[in-house]
């Protein structure tokens, strides 16, 4: 059995550079983190701190106008740096799931939530599609969505921000991955919502064991205080979120 503290996420010293005015200026000067399993980690910043761009990197991922210049980025052993593209595109959805911060711009308006929680389960045959759509259901149900038999069945439009939140949460555990990556998840929520997603969240990485990193804007309300292990402050500008 995997335990609670070992380490899986590992950065040292990682500087980004952004590309501005014909030359590359560093946007991200030095960042240190250890995330581990089953650990939340709140990274709090203003705008254009860089916390979005230091959650991509996470998962070796560079933004469009900005490379990793410097630093490791180590993933439950494997150097996220030096790994091939096809390497680390393995674990994006698989191991490392990711959540936006908008969860209504995230989701294809044209097909169900169930649909769109179903397709990476069965990419990686992991399940099929009757084990992934009952599995949906258990997810939705744990994320006290209602009606968690037929919600899933509705289109994006048909269901509120906070419940449409929690569907995309759950759609980033249908592999369950040992990473989740929230993108300042409770933003345009009204406050008890915020309160019921940070929750909701809460339960789900226990009861996985999912290491978290979420970062927010510098707000106490939405750090999930009740959620949050540690908390990393992120300072300067230039990083584009």
């Given amino acids: 059995m995997v335990k609670k503290k070992d380490v899986l996420l590992k950065i040292r010293d990682l500087k980004i550079q952004g590309y501005s005015d014909e030359s590359w200026v560093d946007i991200i000067k030095g960042v240190d983190l250890t995330l581990h399993r089953g650990e939340v980690m709140g990274l709090i910043g203003e705008s254009g701190a860089g916390k979005s761009t230091?959650?991509?990197a996470c998962m070796g991922?560079?933004?469009d106008g900005t490379r990793i210049s410097n630093g490791s980025i180590e993933f439950d052993g494997m150097e996220l740096t030096t790994a091939t593209e096809s390497e680390r595109r393995a674990l994006r959805?698989?191991?490392i799931a990711y959540v936006a911060q908008s969860a209504a711009a995230s989701f294809n308006p044209a097909h169900k939530i169930i649909d769109q929680h179903t397709e990476a389960p069965l990419q990686y045959r992991l399940k099929?599609?009757?084990?992934?759509q009952e599995d949906a259901m258990q997810l939705y149900e744990k994320l006290r969505l209602p009606n968690p038999t037929e919600i899933g069945f509705r289109y994006p439009?048909?269901?509120s921000g906070g419940q449409l939140q929690r569907a995309m949460t759950a759609m980033a555990m249908s592999c369950r991955p040992d990473l989740i990556i929230f993108d300042e998840p409770?933003?345009?929520l009204d406050v008890t919502t915020q309160i019921e997603v940070l929750a909701a969240i809460r339960d789900i990485v226990e009861e996985y064991n999912t290491a978290c990193l979420l970062y927010t804007s510098p707000s106490p309300r939405d750090c999930g205080p009740d959620l949050v292990c540690r908390l990393l402050l992120e300072k300067g500008g230039g990083g584009g979120g």
């Fill in 186 to 188: 409770t933003t345009a």
């Fill in 54 to 56: 230091i959650g991509a």
């Fill in 93 to 95: 959805g698989s191991r």
């Fill in 128 to 132: 099929k599609r009757v084990e992934a």
């Fill in 61 to 63: 991922y560079a933004r």
């Fill in 157 to 159: 439009h048909q269901v």
